[in-house]
């Protein structure tokens, strides 16, 4: 019998070695991620492919799954360690080695596989590592999997069986040779392809080039120590990087690629970053001047612009906002046959075509470029001026303990929804809206708006601002949310502000 998992055990201690550990909050809502070391070890892990096999017999699914693992320098060890969970509740793996997040979701269509695990902690600094699964192609885990999973490994009630193992040399080239089988763009482009030295940076420059843009590469030696700055297109430090690169070398735009490659970042030809949100609503114009009347989904992090711009309005397309997560947008928008989902993050999901439902940084680069090359004579800066102005922070995570994250929430929801009730003014303006679906998105008079909500994969909340009129009013909304956070202690300092 394997024993139950300890949430705590000390390093270097025969316990240590001979006993899983696995601590509870790492299963999170439609992932897990925990840091290596400190609150899973191997055994844990091997406990977390054991229970991950017996939930995918429950979920009445082939007992077959697709793994791959990102460029940490502990991943590859953490992978082996899943496989032989999985393998022991009777899976049959097939591995492609190292990859982006998208290969392996790619693989499960084309190795007509249902499950996935995918090994990464994503854009989560070193030292963190997580599973991406899955076992209903193209959707990822919700909370009901992934409390069934936590609920399984915690207690042990593993089934038994024998597995199997494939290895699929060189997976990447299959990967590449659909991405890339389309025509190449008619428009030269000079892009910047950046990757933080993460996982990307194996494959991005090579199918850049392969759809005919002319690469200038940033940081896209693999290095795991992540030696510039962490390679998550949504932090400031990696958006200047690229910011210095796209003016240095007059590049059409520089693209930015996440430590897992399910992520991309646009900086345009004048250098200015243009949140992902505001990407999504020029991609948005695209498609819909092709595909009149197209039904969108956004997180409730994105701009109100999806709601609001003239030319989405003309063109007929619909938009419903939903809770940020990938897992919860890519179902979302599998339900609502939506064209695509959006999400702040840079989490795209593109329906048939261009994708499959999964979120793809490198669809979405693509996606990019072809929306230039419908638009001759025109650079990204003239897409995005073309928008209506809004003045919108980028993503703020202040430290909060995932055992009291949550509470911190409720109470901040609760806060609000007293306020409008009451008649009360936030930024010293009425109440128009609110939204509840995933933490409070509290809307003012003039549309300017605040979120605020529990960072799903990490210690944090998650604050976004916005302001459809003024620089000045983004900031009085970032007060009054600030404020109220402020209320409770075990809020702690941000990662980013304005």
Not at 223 to 246: C, G, Q, S, W
Not at 295 to 319: C, I, M
Not at 335 to 351: I, M, Q, T
Request: aromatic share 8%; with cysteine.
């Amino acid at each position: 019998m394997f024993p139950p998992p300890k949430p705590l055990l000390l390093p270097n201690t025969y316990a240590y070695e001979s006993e899983p550990m696995v601590k509870p909050t790492g299963f999170r809502e439609y992932d897990a991620r925990w840091l290596f070391g400190k609150e899973i070890n191997l055994m844990g892990v091997q406990a977390l492919g054991m229970g991950l096999g017996t939930l995918i017999a429950e979920l009445g699914q082939p007992k077959e799954i697709v793994t791959g693992h990102d460029f940490r320098g502990y991943s590859a060890s953490i992978k082996y360690a899943l496989i032989a969970g999985l393998m022991s509740s009777g899976c049959k793996v097939h591995d492609i080695g190292l990859a982006v997040t998208p290969m392996a979701y790619f693989a499960q269509f084309d190795l007509d596989v249902p499950c996935v695990a995918m090994v990464t902690a994503s854009h989560n600094d070193n030292g963190w590592t997580g599973v991406k699964m899955g076992a209903n192609r193209p959707l990822t885990f919700g909370p009901d999997e992934m409390g069934r999973l936590k609920e399984i490994v915690l207690n042990a009630q593993f089934a038994s069986g024998a597995g199997s193992y494939v290895f699929h040399e060189n997976y990447p080239a299959r990967y590449i040779a659909d991405l890339t089988k389309h025509a190449k763009l008619a428009r030269k482009l000079k892009v910047v392809v950046a990757c933080g030295n993460g996982t990307a940076g194996a494959f991005a420059p090579q199918v850049m080039e392969a759809i005919g843009c002319e690469v200038i590469p940033l940081d896209t030696e693999l290095d795991h120590t992540f030696p510039k700055y962490n390679p998550n297109p949504e932090d400031m430090e990696m958006l200047h990087a690229i910011r210095d690169a796209v003016l240095q070398h007059k590049a059409d735009l520089g693209l930015g690629f996440d430590g897992d490659g399910d992520r991309c970042g646009v900086v345009d030809d004048t250098g200015e970053e243009i949140f992902a949100d505001k990407v999504g609503v020029m991609l948005a114009r695209d498609m819909s001047a092709i595909t009149p009347d197209a039904q969108f989904v956004v997180d409730v992090k994105s701009t109100g612009l999806f709601h609001t711009d003239p030319v989405l309005q003309a063109q007929g397309a619909r938009t419903e906002y939903w809770k940020t997560g990938h897992s919860y947008m890519k179902r979302r928008t599998n339900e609502l046959k939506a064209l695509a989902g959006f999400e702040k993050s840079g989490h795209f999901f593109f329906n048939v075509p261009p994708g499959r439902g999964y979120d793809d940084g490198l669809v979405s680069a693509i996606a990019i470029c072809e929306m230039l090359d419908r638009a001759p004579g025109k650079s990204m800066s003239d897409l995005k001026n073309a928008l209506p102005k809004t003045w919108s922070s980028p993503t703020m995570s202040p430290h909060c303990d995932d055992e009291t994250k949550y509470g911190v929430i409720d109470a901040v929801v609760k806060h609000f929804e007293a306020a409008q009730a009451n008649g009360d003014k936030v930024a010293a303006q009425p109440i128009r809206d609110l939204v509840t679906v995933n933490g409070v998105r509290v809307t003012c008079e003039d549309g300017s708006w605040g979120l605020v909500r529990a960072s799903s994969n990490k210690p944090e909340l998650v604050v976004v601002v916005e302001s459809p009129v003024s620089e000045a009013r983004m900031h009085e909304m970032f007060e009054a949310v600030n404020v109220v956070l402020r209320r409770h202690p075990e809020v702690g300092a941000y990662n980013q502000t304005i």
